[in-house]
């Protein structure tokens, strides 16, 4: 077996002192010529060598940069809210205790030759990954053995993670109260509407608005649509209701699909919420500026960005992350549509 490449190594390959190698994979650059940083970028790579930044090296080997990788296949995906008030916390955060963000966004192809895996450029990373539960645990080992300190958000805590802490919101809990809320019209059908894109937080709310109206016998039914595109949106439930009828509750697993849907029930004339209730989720501000008063659920995603950071900053400086999973409540506000 091979001996792991270390600061020597890459010095002899290179041709360069092992000055000079600690200077560069430290981001230090002053003094260094092009051509050298080239020579010693490439011996690093050729050899694969990666600082350890674990233990007693974190402090001396720090660059004040956090990566956040957010694997979606969306090209738009910072135009989600949710994304774009978790980045914000997050951002705004790390910028106050003069660290900065390295945000990448991956197609889901593309996560093992992305830029945060390939270059060993961060003190720490977070995660918010797409996609099935498999291939969110796959992605998440691969990051984790990166050997940087990491914080996945809207994740199930996995087992074999190390160095790692879950910043969820009570996603289960918003929705069980979202589904409650519609219940006290006495609904006998019942419509969800989600994304065709998989994503942990959305899993959770289908399995409580699922298991909360099947209590009650409630006949659900769930539509999958493109919720990037209003219009796809609508034909999605225009389909539903043409195929099997009209239904008294539509529960948007986001406040995008419940705004779309109250847009389709008007065009129809019909009543809500005497004729069909409708609840979102997320509640961000957009809502008021839009003059709604939305049945929905406010999620915490900013102030989960700021607890992200808090805890990374604070796993640079500890060495270890006081627990292994975090979760911030969900909640439910009232609105005139259920």
């Not at 796959?138 to 199930?156: E, G, I, K, Y």
């Not at 919720?227 to 796809?232: I, L, R």
């Not at 995008?256 to 919420?273: S, T, Y």
Request: charged share 20%; aromatic share 6%; hydrophobic share 45%.
């Amino acid at each position: 077996m091979m001996a792991k490449p270390n600061l020597h190594t890459v010095a002899a390959h290179a041709g360069v002192s092992i000055a000079t190698v600690s200077k560069v994979v430290n981001g230090v650059r002053y003094g260094i010529s092009e051509a050298t940083l080239e020579k010693v970028l490439a011996s690093v790579r050729e050899l694969g060598y990666r600082p350890n930044r674990s233990g007693r090296g974190l402090r001396t080997l720090r660059r004040s940069i956090i990566g956040m990788a957010i694997v979606d296949p969306s090209p738009t995906f910072l135009a989600d809210p949710f994304t774009t008030n978790l980045v914000a916390g997050l951002s705004n955060y790390l910028s106050e205790q003069g660290f900065g963000l390295l945000l990448h966004g991956i197609k889901p192809r593309q996560v093992e030759a992305s830029f945060l895996v390939r270059e060993s450029v961060v003190d720490g990373l977070c995660l918010l990954l797409s996609g099935s539960a498999q291939f969110r645990l796959q992605n998440t080992r691969l990051f984790s053995a990166l050997s940087h300190p990491m914080v996945v958000f809207q994740d199930r805590a996995a087992d074999g993670i190390p160095d790692t802490c879950f910043v969820n919101q009570d996603d289960t809990g918003g929705a069980r109260e979202l589904a409650e809320r519609a219940l006290t019209r006495k609904p006998r059908t019942a419509l969800i509407v989600i994304p065709d894109i998989f994503w942990p937080a959305i899993e959770l709310r289908l399995e409580a608005f699922w298991q909360t109206l099947k209590a009650a016998g409630v006949a659900t039914k769930i539509v999958r649509c493109d919720e990037s595109d209003p219009v796809a949106i609508a034909r999605a439930i225009g389909d539903s209701i043409e195929r099997s009828g009209m239904p008294d509750v539509i529960l948007g697993a986001n406040d995008k699909i419940a705004i779309v849907a109250l847009h389709l029930l008007k065009e129809r004339g019909v009543q809500v919420p005497e004729e069909v209730a409708v609840t979102g989720f997320n509640a961000f501000a957009s809502n008021a500026y839009a003059g709604l008063d939305l049945t929905t659920a406010r999620s915490p995603a900013y102030e989960m960005g700021e607890l992200g950071g808090k805890l990374l900053l604070e796993r640079l400086e500890s060495g270890a992350f006081e627990s292994r999973e975090r979760t911030l409540p969900v909640q439910l506000i009232p609105g005139a549509t259920a």
